[in-house]
């Protein structure tokens, strides 16, 4: 019964515009759309869904390349910083977004960890 439910919201979001993604959701495993701002989700469990490839080749490939410059100089911690800022900036954001409690709650978690490495890394220079 859920799933005839199920597939007609599906089909709905697909009549409406939206693209069905070649991904599945980590929790139920059903699709993951993706709406008109580009915003990915799961209709069955009513929740966006983080995607973790959002830096592009180049971007990857410069960072990639900026890593492997200053790990045969010695300068990690350098390194190792502007990463965890970009992460906690990353995540902030999604924070910013979220309204389910316990989403927020492993944010903050993330946070906090991230933090704990940012200052652990600082005090290593």
Known sequence: MFIKEDAKKMADLLRTGHKMLNLSCPICNNPIFQNKDGVSFCVI??????????VSDKNFEEKETILNKNTKQGNIPSVLITVLTDKLNWITQKLKKENQLDIIEKYLKILFDLLNLLEKAKGFK
Do not use: G, Q
């Not at 469990?45 to 959002?54: G, P, Q």
């Open 45 to 54: 469990c009513n929740r966006e869904v983080i995607m973790a490839d959002s």
